[in-house]
C-alpha cells in the first residue's frame, strides 16, 4: 500500500515550465492599435479578462525552480494520500474498520475491475500504476472543487469587484504539465511492460509481422499491409501521450471555466447558481478518472495480453 501511493508523489515532480510554456501564447494579449488622440503611453486600458488562465500562475521561484498553484495543489493532493494510506495501515486488524475498511474496500474492488480487463496476470504486474492513478486523478479533481481553489490568491479592485490575478491554488489536472506527465510515466511504463512480457522480437512482431496464415502472392501482400500499418499504429503510439493529457486537462480545464462563468452570470447570486453544476464537475472528475485509467488499462492489454490468456469475467 505503501508503494501505491508513493507513485503519487512520483507522479507530480514534473517541471512546472514544459508544456506550459506551450500555452502561454494563448494567454498572451494581443495588441490593439489604438488612435494616439484617445491613448498615451502612459495609459493602459484594463483586460476585463474572465475564465481561468490556460497555464498556471508561478508563484514562487527557490533556488531558482519554479513553483506553480498547479503543484501547490498536486503535492497537497499526494501528501494527503500518502498520510491517509499511513493513518489506514498503521494498525491493522483482521477485521477491518473506519479508514482500513474504506481502504481495503476500495483496493479490493479496483482490482477486482482490473483482473476482468486485463486478466490476473497483467492485473498483478501493473496494478499499482492503475489504481495509483485513478486514486490521485480523482482526488486531484474532487479536491480542485473545493471553494477557495482559484478564488483566493493575489488581485485588485475592479469596477465589478475583486479580481484575483494570481491565485494561490489551481486544478492540479486543469495544468497541462500534470496531464502530461502522468500521461509520458504511463508511457515509459508501458515500454517496460511491453518488453517484458513479449520481449524485443515479440514487440516488433506484434507491431509489424502478418497475423494469420497465408501462403504466395497473399503472403507478399500481407507483409505489405501489415508492414504499412505497423507504420501507422507506430504513428498512433507516439501521439497516445497528447491525447491522453489533452482529453484530461481539456475536460478539467473546461469545467472549471464553466463553474466561473455560472458564478459571474446572474449577479448577487453567485454562490447559488454553480451549485448544479458542481455536481455534474463531481461525476465528471470520477469520469475522467475512470477513462484514464481504462485506456491506458487497455494500451497495456493490447500489446502485453497473451494469445493463450484472457482477461477473468465475472459469472454470476
Known amino acids: 500500500m505503501r508503494i501505491l501511493f508513493l507513485g503519487a508523489l512520483f507522479l507530480v515532480l514534473a517541471p512546472a ?3 506550459a510554456d506551450w500555452m502561454s501564447e494563448l494567454d498572451s494579449p494581443t495588441p490593439v492599435s489604438t488612435n494616439s488622440a484617445s491613448t498615451s503611453p502612459d495609459q493602459t486600458v484594463p483586460s476585463e479578462e474572465h475564465g481561468l488562465p490556460a497555464n498556471a500562475v508561478e508563484i514562487a521561484r527557490p533556488f531558482n525552480f519554479p513553483i506553480t498553484n498547479s503543484m501547490v495543489l498536486s503535492w497537497i493532493v499526494a501528501l494527503g494520500l500518502i498520510l491517509f494510506a ?3 495501515t498503521r494498525n491493522m486488524q483482521q477485521v477491518p474498520s473506519g479508514a482500513q475498511n474504506f481502504l481495503e474496500w476500495l483496493v479490493e474492488g479496483l482490482y477486482k475491475f482490473m483482473v476482468g480487463i486485463i486478466g490476473p496476470h497483467l492485473a498483478e504486474r501493473t496494478f499499482w500504476f492503475f489504481a495509483t492513478i485513478f486514486i490521485f486523478i480523482l482526488s486531484a479533481n474532487w479536491i480542485g472543487l473545493i471553494p477557495g481553489v482559484g478564488t483566493m490568491g493575489w488581485g485588485h479592485p475592479t469596477a465589478s469587484g475583486f479580481k484575483i490575478v494570481q491565485p494561490l491554488f489551481r486544478g492540479a489536472n ?4 500534470m496531464t502530461l506527465a502522468m500521461a509520458l510515466v504511463f508511457f515509459a511504463s508501458w515500454l517496460v511492460w511491453s518488453m517484458r512480457e513479449v520481449g524485443v522480437r515479440g514487440f516488433f512482431k506484434e507491431l509489424f509481422a502478418p497475423k494469420g496464415e497465408s501462403e504466395g502472392l ?11 500499418a505497423g507504420c501507422l499504429e507506430v504513428v498512433s503510439i507516439l501521439f497516445r501521450p497528447i491525447s491522453l493529457s489533452f482529453r484530461l486537462y481539456g475536460n478539467i480545464f473546461a469545467g472549471e471555466n464553466l463553474l466561473e462563468a455560472m458564478a459571474r452570470l446572474v449577479p448577487g447570486f453567485g454562490w447559488l447558481v454553480p451549485i448544479p453544476f458542481y455536481f455534474l464537475e463531481l461525476l465528471m472528475g470520477l469520469v475522467q478518472a475512470l477513462v484514464f485509467m481504462l485506456l491506458t488499462a487497455v494500451f ?10 484472457q482477461p477473468t469475467v465475472a459469472r454470476g
Open 300 to 309: 497495456t492489454m493490447l500489446m502485453c495480453q497473451h494469445e493463450s490468456e
Open 174 to 177: 486543469a495544468d497541462v504539465n
Open 86 to 88: 499511513q493513518l489506514a
Open 17 to 19: 515550465t514544459t508544456a
Open 218 to 228: 497473399l503472403k507478399v501482400l500481407l507483409v505489405v499491409v501489415f508492414f504499412a
